[in-house]
């Protein structure tokens, strides 16, 4: 069995600051990963995914996450947040036969400006 | 093309009422799936259908009746529903059929039973 642990309920943050909003996974098989944004009023973007190759992965609005195998974890960061950022971010894990797919139960960024 | 569209964006019924979601996407996708989404939660699964077969229901209640009539289409037909099916309705495809891998997701439909 699969699950998703997002910590952080909300983060406020001030504009123009680093943030990082952490996600660990427990899984026995080898998993993929996901980080997903939902704007207010809106349906989930695919923000990034793991799936194999480099542990580091970009997104094109300056988010990056980096897969860490020993420590189980997915973490998302962003050097300096715009208050565009302002939304709710999910992480969420599937394995690698893709039969199973867990959302954590997410992380609301608030950016201050 | 890598959106997925839904229609309506907002729908309010009545507890007799009957109506439907739409869903579609033209990615050559295998697999789509309907969520329910309450405020501040994760989406919840409700059903897969994998290349246009129902694979997965998640003991979803009986006033939700999910279609397939091709490989780019969804509905969702409700039924009787009741004021706490009100949430957002997810649509979302993903690449092959019979596993999740990474999904795709609609803007979603607000359904609101009065």
């Known amino acids: 069995a699969q699950s998703v642990t997002q910590l952080d309920s909300q983060v406020p943050v001030f504009e123009e600051a680093p943030v990082e909003l952490r996600c660990n996974y427990s899984?026995?098989?080898?998993?993929?990963l996901f980080w997903y944004v939902q704007y207010p009023n809106q349906g989930l973007q695919l923000l990034l995914k793991y799936l194999s190759g480099s542990t580091l992965v970009e997104s094109i609005n300056g988010f990056e996450a980096e897969f860490n195998k020993s420590q189980t974890s997915f973490h998302l960061r962003k050097p300096s947040v715009h208050i565009s950022d302002t939304a709710e971010y999910f992480c969420a894990v599937s394995s690698n036969t893709g039969n199973q797919f867990y959302f954590g139960t997410g992380t609301s960024l608030t950016v201050i400006p | 093309d890598t959106e997925v569209t839904q229609t309506p964006k907002h729908l309010v019924m009545g507890m007799t009422n009957k109506k439907s979601l739409k869903c579609e996407q033209h990615m050559g996708h295998r697999a789509m799936y309907w969520y329910k989404q309450k405020a501040k939660k994760p989406p919840e699964l409700m059903f897969v259908y994998s290349y246009e077969k129902l694979s997965i229901n998640e003991s979803v209640p009986s006033r939700f009746s999910p279609e397939c009539p091709n490989s780019s289409l969804l509905n969702l037909h409700l039924h009787a529903l009741q004021p706490e099916d009100s949430a957002l309705y997810l649509c979302a495809s993903s690449h092959r059929g019979g596993a999740f891998y990474e999904q795709y997701f609609g803007p979603g439909t607000r359904l609101t039973v009065t």
């Open positions: 899984s026995s098989v080898s998993v993929y």
